[in-house]
């Protein structure tokens, strides 16, 4: 069983804003969902390369020129914008 | 005769000896969303004015002669592909007004045979479900039990194929999206190998086992729509093109493998016994049957459910507030940050962004990701051990029948196990092919056939080959 303290932690590591009620039906599903994880600990995964993609992956390169500019309709799909710029809070105090 | 009762193939020969034209057929399914969406909900939104302005440039191609087969072919989008011009929500609250800048490749390739496109398909929240319940929008009904789920995530697309409210339909598969609902709903859906099928324009959910696929009535429709949106893009750098399948078919030379570990409890009696009667048929017209093993599957839900969410959890970051749709504001921007991925994802997705960041987390990593991708490499050896011997193997799609809105909603580990029989082939990156053997009352049983990486000619020969198909 996770503790709540790890669930207000996981939650703040996500940048998700959970409430009190939230927490303890948190804890109470992600400790099932690990429970039933857990079964992966039988597996003698000794001598065993991890796999991070079902097959083997080639960089793909392209000529450094401009293409179709889409600046205008990305920018127009941010909630807050000035002139062709997103616009974020102030990050330095 | 009903326009909309027809196959792509069917669909395609009227057009070209102009029994009916592409509006005809366009006006005919938009009559059938308007009759029967407001009961199914497979639709999140319907483009009428853009799909019959398509179906009038179809008939300009067909006129000139240079239709090809799915030219005219009014489809569904699952709501996570991207449709330039078209709203694309993912059913999320998050991107509840958020406008495709530009076509998904698959769209475009679509566009070049001028499909027409007659609206996005409703689909759980980011493709997160196995019900079409986590759409932030409202849950789709099974067409053929209106008291039934469709199965998820891609339950719009399957729904709306299977309700004749389109004559095909894209999804999308991460650990059974397309082959799940199909199997509800009674339709083929096809989960293509890792990489047949460009991602580009698809958002992401889990990118190293996402693959959009289509959904349609027939074996046979599938591999048209298969082969027009397959094939590298230099925008997906995981894209790659399909070897060509080989040119003869000779079912007496085809062995299958009947993994024993498929063949466990907790699957339905009747749904064991119609897929022990298809495999018989195949069986009968001289197709080797043999008992395999694949030893890890006890841990493949397990691991899937670790991936899965790691992955996710690192996607969705890019829904913050400040570069697409809803955004909570916030007196500073932590706070803009927590406030807005709070109030604008739903429970499921919240879950599994908590269950992939703490698998992440410092300490926990070894334990959970790392293992889980240990996994991962025994459950792809058992693969290529078993293909070794045979040329596909055939399972259930799903354990159990579609069960009751509502029934499992509550439970998130009980919904995770609906997808035990599919998540497998995901890890693996191996395609997958499901359609309808036999019908128990109302209710559709799927037979999955999965098949070697690129290996899908050999999955459409032996579904056409299914008596009745």
Do not use: W
Request: charged content about 25%; some cysteine.
């Amino acid at each position: 069983m996770i503790s709540k303290e790890e669930v207000k932690k996981i939650a703040k590591l996500a940048r998700l804003a959970i409430s009190e009620k939230e927490t303890a039906k948190y804890q109470k599903e992600l400790s099932l969902i690990l429970d039933y994880i857990e079964k992966m600990e039988k597996a003698d995964v000794s001598k065993v390369e991890p796999t991070s993609h079902p097959f083997s992956l080639e960089n793909v390169v392209r000529e450094d020129k401009p293409e179709k500019d889409e600046c205008a309709n990305l920018v127009e799909m941010a909630p807050d914008k000035k002139d062709n710029y997103v616009k974020v809070k102030s990050i330095l105090k | 005769m009903k326009l909309h009762e027809l196959t792509i193939k069917e669909t395609a020969q009227g057009l070209k000896s102009g029994e009916f034209s592409a509006l005809d057929v366009c006006k005919d399914y938009l009559g059938r969303i308007k009759e029967l969406n407001k009961d199914i909900f497979a639709y999140l939104s319907v483009d009428e004015k853009g799909a019959l302005k398509q179906a009038e440039e179809a008939d300009g191609l067909i006129s000139k002669g240079k239709a090809g087969i799915l030219t005219g072919m009014p489809s569904a989008i699952k709501d996570n592909i991207m449709v330039c011009g078209l709203k694309c929500t993912s059913a999320s609250k998050i991107l509840e007004n958020y406008v495709a800048p530009y076509d998904a490749t698959v769209i475009k390739k679509l566009k070049e045979k001028k499909a027409v496109f007659l609206g996005k398909a409703n689909m759980d929240e980011f493709a997160m479900g196995s019900s079409t319940e986590n759409s932030a929008f409202g849950v789709t009904k099974n067409p053929r039990d209106l008291s039934r789920v469709p199965g998820g995530s891609s339950g719009g697309s399957a729904a709306a194929v299977a309700s004749n409210m389109a004559v095909f339909a894209l999804g999308s598969d991460t650990g059974g999206s397309i082959r799940l609902p199909a199997a509800f709903c009674g339709v083929v859906g096809l989960k293509p190998t890792y990489g047949a099928v460009s991602r580009y324009g698809l958002t992401a959910f889990a990118s190293s086992l996402d693959q959009i696929g289509p959904l349609a009535k027939t074996v046979e429709d599938a591999k048209i729509v298969f082969e027009v949106i397959s094939g590298k893009d230099p925008m997906d750098s995981t894209s790659v093109d399909s070897p060509a399948g080989a040119k003869e078919f000779d079912l007496k030379k085809i062995k299958v493998g009947i993994p024993k570990e498929y063949f466990i409890k907790g699957i339905d009696a009747k749904i064991e016994e119609e897929i022990r009667s298809a495999i018989k048929k195949y069986e009968d017209m001289g197709v080797k049957v043999e008992e395999i093993s694949l030893p890890h599957t006890d841990y493949a839900l397990a691991a899937y459910y670790i991936i899965n969410p790691s992955e996710a959890s690192a996607n969705l970051a890019r829904f913050d507030g400040i570069r697409y749709g809803y955004s909570a504001g916030g007196k500073d921007l932590l706070d803009l940050y927590m406030e807005t991925k709070g109030k604008g994802f739903g429970p499921e997705v919240r879950r599994r962004i908590m269950l992939g960041t703490y698998a992440l987390s410092s300490g926990y990593y070894d334990a959970y990701y790392l293992r889980a991708q240990k996994v991962r490499t025994l459950i792809k050896k058992d693969f290529e051990k078993a293909f070794e011997k045979v040329d596909a193997i055939f399972t259930p799609t799903s354990p159990i029948f579609p069960f009751k809105i509502g029934e499992k909603a509550s439970d998130p580990l009980s919904m995770y196990l609906v997808d035990i029989y599919t998540v497998s082939v995901n890890l693996v990156g191996v395609p997958a092919l499901t359609f309808p053997i036999a019908k128990v009352g109302n209710l559709p049983v799927g037979l999955q056939i999965i098949g070697k990486p690129f290996g899908e000619s050999t999955l459409f020969n032996l579904g056409n080959a299914f008596p009745g198909n």
